[in-house]
Each structure stands twice: as C-alpha cells, then as structure tokens.
C-alpha cells in the first residue's frame, strides 16, 4: 500500500490565485479578503470553473495524473 497522498487540488487552486491577485477590500473597510475566498463564496460557479481549467493545465503542465478521482503527481503515481 502506497503512502502517497492526492494532491488536494482546490487547495492549490486557492494558493494560485492567492498567489496571482491582490487581497480584496470591501468599501474601504480594514479588513481584507483573499480573492480565492471571495471567489468561492461571490460567485462559485466562476470558481469552480476556474478550478477545472486550472486541474486541466496542471495535468499538462505538471504532470498531475487523475486515479479513481483523485490527483497525483505522475511521478508519485508509479507507488500509487
């Protein structure tokens, strides 16, 4: 049995566009926002969208490879 974990892909979607766009203020409030949270809870069809092209280039990109469901890395999927 393999001890390799799926990568937890919304997580890493969360981290990219957290990564890629500023926080978000909300009428000149003091507290800020991560996009990604925002995202999610404004419009979640948008974000979920967003997370399957983002699994689609990691795929490519990356090399992340879909078993039952879940996401591996392509390398880590040989001990999977």
């Known amino acids: 049995m393999s ?3 799926p990568i937890d892909v919304e997580s ?3 981290n990219y566009l957290d990564s ?3 926080e978000v203020s909300v009428a000149d409030l003091t507290n800020t926002y ?3 949270m925002v995202l999610k809870q404004i419009d979640p069809t948008a974000y ?3 997370l399957c092209d983002y699994i ?6 990356r090399h992340w490879i ?3 469901g879940k996401y591996y890395d392509y390398d880590d999927s040989k001990e999977v």
């Open 56 to 61: 689609d280039s990691q795929c490519i990109m």
């Open 12 to 14: 890493d979607y969360d």
């Open 48 to 50: 979920r969208c967003g």
């Open 3 to 5: 001890n390799k974990k």
């Open 20 to 22: 890629c766009y500023p």
């Open 34 to 36: 991560k996009t990604s």
């Open 66 to 68: 879909e078993i039952n």
